[in-house]
């Protein structure tokens, strides 16, 4: 099946500052999204994307699906933006099956 | 109110007790799935459905089953639960596979 792999696991980032998180696939997807799981467990849709770019306030995405990658940027972060990211795909040939990242542990501290 | 309701939120439980989780959307969504969570794997699905009797194995369907048959739920059956079984589970629903899931709160299952 489909490899799904996030870069960074970990990040730490002081309020305000700038980050880019990724999204590598290993083979044609349908659609790619992103989520937010935050530290009460919720998983909250970010971002339809499986292709070209969006952006929601201080989030934005870019899939760019012929290279097998999305990247999630995130500026000046808050503390709210504490959480595990996580990037979701569907793998192209029918397949119906959605698979995840391991998801990028994000930790803004004041 | 959009939502998908799951239930119980947490349960502890006996191994080879058995239990169900159900799993409500009120979107007319066609699409409904089931994943377990667990530390340094992600989430994992264990089964999807595309509709109204229709359901087919995702990564890790082993101990369960599911039933669809109500467009609306989509409940999870674990016949006899074993500890490997502990994890936390979310349902997720969408109009199809290709379109935005959304996500139940989830539920903390303990099998001891």
């Known amino acids: 099946g489909i490899q799904v792999e996030q870069s960074p696991p970990d990040l730490i980032l002081q309020e305000g500052a700038n980050s880019t998180l990724r999204c590598n696939f290993s083979?044609?997807?349908?659609?790619l999204q992103w989520f937010h799981q935050n530290p009460w467990g919720q998983l909250i849709n970010l971002f339809y994307?499986?292709?070209g770019t969006k952006q929601n306030g201080r989030l934005s995405a870019t899939t760019v699906a012929t290279e097998r990658y999305s990247l999630l940027y995130i500026s000046s972060s808050q503390t709210t933006d504490s959480g595990v990211y996580f990037c979701?795909?569907?793998?192209?040939?029918?397949?119906?099956?959605?698979?995840f990242g391991t998801g990028t542990k994000l930790q803004v501290i004041p | 109110e959009a939502q998908v309701t799951q239930n119980p939120r947490y349960l502890i439980t006996v191994t080879g007790k058995k239990l169900t989780v159900t799993c409500s959307q009120n979107?007319?969504?066609?699409?409904m799935s089931w994943y377990r969570q667990d530390p340094g794997l992600g989430l994992r699905q264990i089964y999807y459905?595309?509709?109204?009797?229709?359901?087919d194995k995702g990564d890790v369907p082993e101990g369960y089953k599911v039933s669809r048959k109500e467009k609306r739920n989509f409940p999870l059956i674990l016949e006899s639960p074993s500890p490997n079984q502990t994890s936390l589970y979310f349902c997720?629903?969408?109009?199809?596979?290709?379109?935005?899931?959304?996500f139940g709160d989830g539920t903390r299952l303990s099998i001891l």
């Open positions: 997720a629903s969408s109009f199809q596979v290709s379109s935005l899931q959304h």
């Open positions: 083979d044609s997807v349908n659609n």
């Open positions: 994307i499986p292709s």
């Open positions: 979701a795909v569907e793998e192209s040939g029918g397949y119906q099956k959605v698979t």
């Open positions: 979107m007319n969504h066609e699409y």
């Open positions: 459905s595309m509709n109204v009797e229709v359901t």
